[in-house]
């Protein structure tokens, strides 16, 4: 009987299959044409594609000929010149702004008043996490040899790794496995990738993913976001956090071998800026990581909040900051890195 049902389900089984593999050859040929934002590498991180263009309406993002979202710079470092390399998610990166005014141009803009000495050149890819920040230190960055690493350390940048990480996720088991082989299909699986996009929408716009998705869970309440902070930042050995902390070490390491010395900035959620007794248990706990290891750092929540009558983030937003946003925290990390010592008058 289950031979007869397997014999009748084989021709099934292979249409399928065959769908699925031309859905795939059609997708790939589709985007040689109309190229999406990033693509996956051969270690499956995300980098952003070459050419890439979208108008948004108020703003737009244009990908340079090298994959970033930045002017054109030649790869050989002028005389004279201080460079410094940006890297991060989607708040780095400037997601709802013009290239204009992202925190990365804006401090460009402050270090060369009167003199057109810094070249400040943005790595940040939407959704990275620490694991493809590092990548690209490896990778990408040192073509550039910057003399200064400015890493935006998003307090969400702990999730990616949270849930892509074998045994992270304290609900474990099947589950876990689930999300780690769907995000390998994600990165390598243009069909996956393509139907999963449109599939979220349609849960999203029907409430369905409000229910199911723990992450729009945490982003709607402040007890959920509670609650995957105390998940997130533990100081327990197989944390989320304490392999993020291992990330950003090895990056303090590659960075000051190439006489580029890293520089934290801490990116805030909005409720850490407009609550009146916000939990900053994740900033006490970047920043102690920090001093511990002697890396220079800069938590752009106080700063935040000294503005916070202002709209600092765009709506209806826990994390992506509008142009006046960025131009706050660019002040800052100017200001910053010039009484730290980090950027000098003269560059060599």
């Not at 327990?236 to 993020?244: G, I, L, N, Q, Y």
Request: charged residues 25%.
């Amino acid at each position: 009987m289950a031979k007869t049902i397997l014999k009748g389900m084989l021709p099934l089984l292979f249409g399928l299959a065959l769908a699925g593999l031309v859905g795939e050859g059609v997708l790939r040929v589709a985007f040689q044409i109309q190229k999406p934002i990033w693509a996956p590498s051969p270690d499956s991180r995300r980098e952003l594609v070459p050419g890439f263009y979208e108008s948004k309406g108020s703003w737009e993002v244009r990908i340079n000929s090298k994959g970033l979202r930045d002017y054109e710079y030649p790869l050989e470092k002028a005389q004279g010149k201080f460079r410094i390399a940006v890297l991060g998610d989607s708040v780095s990166f400037g997601s709802g702004v013009n290239l204009e005014d992202t925190y990365a141009k804006v401090l460009e803009r402050t270090l060369n008043r009167g003199a057109n000495r810094y070249e400040v050149i943005n790595f940040s890819v939407p959704a990275a996490d620490t694991p493809e920040e590092l990548a690209a230190l490896k990778g990408k960055v040192p073509s550039y040899k910057p003399d200064l690493v400015v890493l935006g350390y998003m307090l969400n940048d702990t999730k990616p790794t949270l849930d892509a990480a074998p045994g992270a996720n304290p609900s474990g088991g099947v589950r876990q496995h689930l999300r780690v082989f769907a995000r390998f299909l994600n990165a390598n699986s243009y069909l996956f990738a393509f139907s999963w996009e449109r599939l979220e929408r349609i849960m999203w716009k029907s409430s369905v993913l409000r229910v199911l998705n723990d992450r729009a869970q945490y982003y709607e309440t402040e007890d959920a976001y509670t609650k995957w902070i105390v998940t997130a930042y533990t100081e327990e050995p197989d944390s989320a956090w304490t392999r993020v902390k291992a990330g950003i070490r090895e990056m303090k390491d590659l960075s000051g071998a190439k006489s580029a010395p890293l520089f934290l900035v801490i990116l805030p959620f909005s409720n850490s800026v407009y609550d009146s007794d916000p939990d900053l248990k994740p900033q006490d706990l970047v920043s102690r990581f920090a001093l511990e290891e002697n890396i220079p750092y800069l938590d752009l929540t106080p700063r935040l909040r000294e503005n916070a009558s202002e709209a600092l983030f765009l709506p209806n937003d826990m994390a992506h900051l509008t142009s006046r946003g960025h131009e706050i925290a660019a002040e800052a990390i100017f200001n910053e890195l010039k009484a730290r010592g980090l950027v000098p008058s003269a560059p060599k």
